[in-house]
């Protein structure tokens, strides 16, 4: 009896579905470490702007050069790795992250310091690309979603922790240090990640770049990618956009804030753990395009609220703006899992280019308006992005009546 590929690939993962509170932690760890680096220097531009006598704009694009290549190199890895391997990947984009942050802290100028943050981005992707197609392939059912679950929550905590680490460890030790530091507990996480993560046991390889190819054009003219696609660019343009310039609006007056403190302002990013779990329930109960529309009015409305004066009515306005975009990046990510049954790990791949595309598109354009007219030209570029992401949802996604599975 002849046994097909997808029949061996079911009964190899059905043993898999109970994940393990390890493999939970891993998981996590995973989506961290990818993280950790990719917005740390928000918290330090202010001070990069005066080490490296700096515009506005060179210090936004030191951002933007990380997401950049993110984008750049988010659907080639993907593709990759349909080839090669899953585990292998992972650890290996782990310990090249570890290089480029290790050699900022040599950074002569802010010229080679974006090189270096350009060569960060470039091994993001194959962490978050390929762990996905990881747990898609080797779990089923709620081990998925425990593990989704678990892979998001990482991920915030990881975008919150390089801003707060990197903040704090430079009141004590400078910023220099303090990457080495980060790097050293990096390639520690690719060896750790080395003695937990299981061998792929269902990975099957796929190295017919003309298969890819035809998946890649069937995907450009696929609604379910292109619409999540668009959403993606404007979520990334939105968060980036607004969590990197209010750093330069809150160190000057009236608020004045040093890095440490720039830092603990990111702790809002941690409302993304308790809101991850709701949006599951969101989408359950109203599809995922409804959820979308509301969280983007919800966004839309914490930006607006950055404008009033006060500390506390600024921190306010930052969790209800992200808020709403952990809500619609979780939605969207959904959208596209559900609705796409070939080539997954390129279909992230390219969302996540065009949702760092949007991001690096953010970094440059909100440089230039805070650069002309400081936060409240970037408050209304920000509304503006806002206004077209509720139109892509709106006349965009297809809808599902309540209570219904997604489409």
Known sequence: MTISTNDRIQAVSLPNQSASWILKLTIGLIGMFAFLQVYSVQSILPVLM???????????????????AIALMSPFLGMLSDAVGRKSFIIGAL??????????????DIGWMGFWRFMQGLSVPGITVVTIAYVGEEFEGKAVTDLMAYY???????????????????????WRTAYIIMAVVTAGAALWVAKTLP???????????????????????????????????????SLVGCFTFINLHLAGSPYLLNTGQLANIFAVYLLGVVITPLSARLLQRFGAARTVIVAVILSMLGVLITKVTPLWGV?????????????????????????????RSLASGLYYMSYYAGGTVGAWLC????????????????LLVQVLALLVASFGMIKTPPRRRLE
């Open 50 to 68: 005066l080490d490296f006598m700096a515009t506005e704009v060179q210090v936004g694009m030191l951002v933007g050069a990380t997401v950049m």
């Open 95 to 108: 310990l090249f992250l570890a290089i480029p942050t290790v050699m900022i802290a040599w950074s002569t």
């Open 152 to 174: 998001v929550s990482g991920t915030v905590l990881g975008g919150f922790m390089g801003r707060f680490i990197l903040g704090h460890l430079h009141e004590w030790v400078g």
């Open 199 to 237: 061998a792929s046991r269902c990975f099957v390889a796929n190295p017919n770049l003309k298969s890819s190819l035809q998946t890649l054009t069937e995907h450009m003219t696929n609604r379910y990618v292109v619409t999540a696609c668009l959403l993606g660019a404007c979520v990334l343009f």
């Open 315 to 343: 921190v306010i306005g930052l969790a209800v703006m992200s808020s709403g975009v952990f809500i619609t990046q979780s939605a969207t990510i959904s959208y596209i899992a559900v609705n796409v049954k070939k080539g």
């Open 367 to 382: 440089g230039l308006a805070y650069a002309k007219g400081q936060w409240t030209m970037t408050v209304w570029l920000l």
